[in-house]
Each structure stands twice: as C-alpha cells, then as structure tokens.
C-alpha cells in the first residue's frame, strides 16, 4: 500500500489507454452526450472532420489506467475535483492516448494529521504527441499509520 508519504513532488508516472472504436464512442454517445459531433460521423466530419469522442468518454478513457493502475494500491480517501480541466484536442476513433501523470505538491493536512493532499497534472497527449487533454487533480490520501500522524 502507498500512503502521502511514498509520493514526491517531480514524480512521473506513465499509461497508455485504449483506443476507442467508431461504434464504441457512437454508444456512449447515444447514451450520455447525443449530438451529431458525437453520433453521426457524417455531421462530425462538417465541423471536426470526422467523428469525435464526448469530453467525457475522453475523461473516462484518461482515467482508466490511473484508476487501475496506480491508484488501486494507494490509500486513497478520495479524489476532490478537477482545476482547469481542458479538452484541448478532439479524441478520435481508434486512436491511443499516453497518459501522464506528474505530481505538483504532496502536503500533510493542517487539521486533520491522518492526511493528506496530492496534487498532480493529469495530461493525455496522441501519436503524434499533441495535447488531447489536461487537468489538474487534488486527491486526499491517508498518511502512513504509526508515523505520530494521528
């Protein structure tokens, strides 16, 4: 298990997620986010030129791996929020994305000393190395029992 402690500020962690298809991003669509951009490829290709994922497919997609991957083995008490939170580029099918993870700042809590807050910048580039995506991520982690911390 990783507590606040195990994390230092210039750490990089690094993921690939996984391609999305054309029908898989149409059915999220039709699902969550219903406009044409999103659920007639015809439509996207007028204005984006060619289908595009919801913002919040991508998010999802970003996050994949940082929930399964990194986050599985931490002592996470919970995420608290986005800070600007930027869909730069557009997703489009069946393309992969790098997702980077750097942490900002680790800080024991104030008030709470069985605490703590990570800060860390969550960016997904493409292929050819263009932002698709980027935010900045607060996340409240226990501190490692039996340091004085309670």
Not at 95 to 120: C, F, T, W
Request: charged letters at 25%.
């Amino acid at each position: 298990m990783k507590y606040l402690e195990d994390f230092s500020v210039g750490q990089i962690f690094e993921y690939d997620s996984a391609p999305v298809s054309k029908a898989d991003i149409i059915a999220f669509a039709q699902r969550w986010d219903p406009q044409t951009i999103h659920t007639d490829e015809a439509e996207a290709t007028k204005t984006h030129g060619g289908l595009i994922a919801s913002g919040f497919q991508t998010v999802l997609l970003v996050f994949e791996p940082v929930m399964k991957e990194l986050m599985t083995d931490v002592a996470n008490i919970g995420g608290m929020g986005f800070k600007d939170l930027r869909w730069i580029r557009p997703l489009r099918p069946d393309q992969p994305l790098a997702v980077k993870i750097e942490i900002n700042s680790v800080r024991p809590s104030n008030s709470k000393p069985d605490r703590g807050i990570m800060n860390y910048t969550l960016t997904a580039t493409d292929k050819t190395g263009e932002t698709v995506f980027r935010t900045d991520v607060p996340v409240m982690i226990k501190r490692r029992p039996g340091d004085d911390n309670a």
